[in-house]
């Protein structure tokens, strides 16, 4: 199994990113799959979530409205559509394939090497 993530950088308050992450080595249109973030001393968060087929998404309260996840079954590939950043979503950000229908990150079964984001005010 291997998951890639891309996309992060350093952005102002209020700027857009958008993060990828590229899987391979199991049956990515099988599995839920989703976004943790982690920041310096703190707990890693479960930030959003999509089921297989896309019917249904998870946010975590402090993004909802902002940040949109996507998925394209046919190339593989997860996305995190990031808007309105503030400097709170400053972290590593992880994609990663879940077990069940939950987004916390105690519940990965993979993941990847993590992409960061800063946001500067």
Request: hydrophobic residues 35%; glycine residues 12%.
């Amino acid at each position: 199994v291997q998951l890639v993530e891309s996309g992060g950088g350093v952005v102002q308050a209020g700027g857009s990113l958008r993060l990828s992450c590229a899987a391979s080595g199991f049956a990515f249109d099988m599995y839920r799959l989703g976004w943790f973030r982690q920041a310096p001393g703190k707990e890693r968060e479960g930030v959003s979530c999509i089921s297989w087929n896309s019917g249904s998404m998870y946010y975590t309260d402090s993004v909802k409205g902002r940040f949109t996840i996507s998925r394209d079954n046919a190339k593989n590939t997860l996305y995190l559509q990031m808007n309105n950043l503030k400097p709170e979503d400053t972290a590593m950000y992880y994609c990663m394939v879940v077990s069940g229908n939950t987004c916390d990150p105690q519940m990965a079964r993979y993941w990847g090497q993590g992409t960061q984001v800063t946001v500067s005010s």
